[in-house]
């Protein structure tokens, strides 16, 4: 019986040995085959944080601006850095004229220009049957009498030719400006409406030639003067402080009238974009560019 016993214990001792091994093995079996949560997770995903800072610097606005090369496009090029900054992409698109950027903004291929003065806009408006309203006030560039075969205003002769824009607006500026010289006057009820069949009087019997705006400067060679746009002035290497024989005075009335504006569809006026273009040509900073980039040809009006 003893013997019996010892046998029997001695066989449960071996199955529990066999049980204890068996089970033993098994956790470093799965440990090998089966990764962890965390280890897959830190393998395959992206870091969440570089993913969201990726989608905050996207430019979430883009906004199609179009202007005359100088100043106009050179300033709003200063301006991209601080738009982009507030996560608006700023495409500036460049003219030769004065009617294209305005019809372009009508019917909607841009969303502002910036090229122009209140009193052209006006005129434009009217002419154009268009909705052009403007949004603020940028800058003021000094309408000048430059030289072309004659030197001075003194040594012009009897028939001499003048040269002036033959858009209303300008055209009238550069008349008023030859008034301011005594070289004509001009029928005072006509203002910025004036065209050369308002001149009262001209002792020198001068010959006003009506020319597109921008052809004015390659035509210096042809005529004895000719009055310039600063933008077209600038264009052509020529600085109203410098070179013109006679320009706008800075605190005159017309640098008032003339300054040059931003200018958007009409309903547009809300739109946020075009408010931190506004308020981001009348910056500090622009100021700056301005004045160190122009001197007394281009004068900042904010």
């Known amino acids: 019986m003893k013997t019996k016993k010892l046998l029997v214990l001695i066989l449960a001792l071996a199955l529990s040995l066999a049980l204890f091994a068996a089970c033993g093995s098994a956790p470093e079996t799965s440990s090998t085959e089966t990764p962890s949560v965390e280890e897959t997770s830190s393998e395959e995903a992206p870091p969440a944080e570089e993913a969201s800072s990726e989608e905050e610097a996207a430019p979430a606005v883009t906004i199609k601006v179009g202007a005359t090369p100088v ?21 500036i698109v460049e003219f030769q004229d004065y009617v294209l950027p305005n019809t372009a903004v009508e019917e909607g291929e841009l969303d502002a220009n910036y090229f122009q003065h209140r009193p052209y806009l006006e005129s434009f408006n009217t002419e ?32 001499a030719q003048i040269a002036v ?16 010289t005594g070289l004509i006057k001009v029928d005072p ?6 065209t ?8 020198k019997n001068l010959k006003i030639v009506e020319l597109e705006a921008a052809q004015i400067p390659r035509s210096l060679q042809d005529v004895e003067l000719a009055a ?25 009335l017309a640098a008032d009238t003339f300054a040059n504006v931003v200018v958007v ?31 007394k040809a281009v004068i900042p009006k904010f």
Request: no cysteine; hydrophobic share 40%.
């Open 71 to 91: 100043p106009h496009a050179e300033i709003l090029e200063a301006v991209k850095p601080i738009l982009a900054e507030q996560g608006i992409t700023l495409e």
């Open 128 to 159: 154009h049957s268009t909705h052009l309203v403007d949004i603020g006030d940028i800058h003021y560039e000094p309408f000048g009498i430059y030289p072309g075969k004659a030197a001075s205003l003194e040594e012009l002769a009897d028939g």
């Open 165 to 180: 824009p033959n858009d209303t607006t300008n055209e009238a500026r550069a008349l008023l400006l030859l008034e301011s």
């Open 189 to 194: 009820g006509k203002g910025l409406e004036a």
């Open 196 to 203: 050369v069949n308002d001149i009262t009087e001209n002792p």
């Open 228 to 252: 310039i746009n600063g933008n077209y002035a600038l264009e052509a290497g020529l600085d109203a402080s410098k070179d013109a024989l006679y320009v706008e005075a800075a605190d005159s």
């Open 265 to 295: 569809k009409e309903g547009s006026e809300g739109r946020p974009e075009l408010a931190a273009l506004v308020a981001a040509l009348q910056s500090d900073e622009i100021r700056s560019f301005i004045e160190s980039t122009y001197g």
